[in-house]
């Protein structure tokens, strides 16, 4: 139950962040707003991690495969692609795609044990489930 409720909390402040950070772009630019997203996402890490924490970050350097250290790149090409998505789109349209983009690319790193996890059968029920969210996609755009 901790996990869906963390799960939905993830969503709705992905979508807030979205508008916030494409309103910024609007008043400043596309690069000044996303590093600015970026530098304060490391001081919340930092404060977090001198509050709780207080591990090594030495242990970054013995971190297998070294693309599994990509993340904060990843999360700089998000920001990036969030904004000019919302931009364009809208909150909600871009939201929906990116959630069904979200959902097809985890399916296939599960299905094809990419990236160190486990690899799981192809489950027709999945596929359908995702072919019901596209359709329902063509529906709201209607």
Known sequence: MWGILVAVL?????????VFNTQVTK???LWV????????????????????????????FSVRPWYMLLGGV???????????SVDSLGP???????????????????????FGMEKQPLEWRRVMGLAVSIAGIVIFKL
């Open 10 to 18: 993830s969503g709705l402040l992905m979508s807030v962040q979205g």
């Open 27 to 29: 008043q400043t630019s």
């Open 33 to 60: 707003s996303s590093a600015f997203v970026q530098l304060t996402a490391l001081a919340v890490c930092l404060g977090a991690w001198a509050c709780k924490d207080r591990s090594s970050f030495g242990a970054l």
């Open 74 to 84: 990843l999360g700089a090409l998000i920001t990036v692609t969030v904004i000019h």
């Open 92 to 114: 909600a349209r871009s939201a929906m795609l990116i959630v069904i983009a979200q959902l097809a690319g985890a399916y296939l790193i599960e299905l094809f044990g990419l």
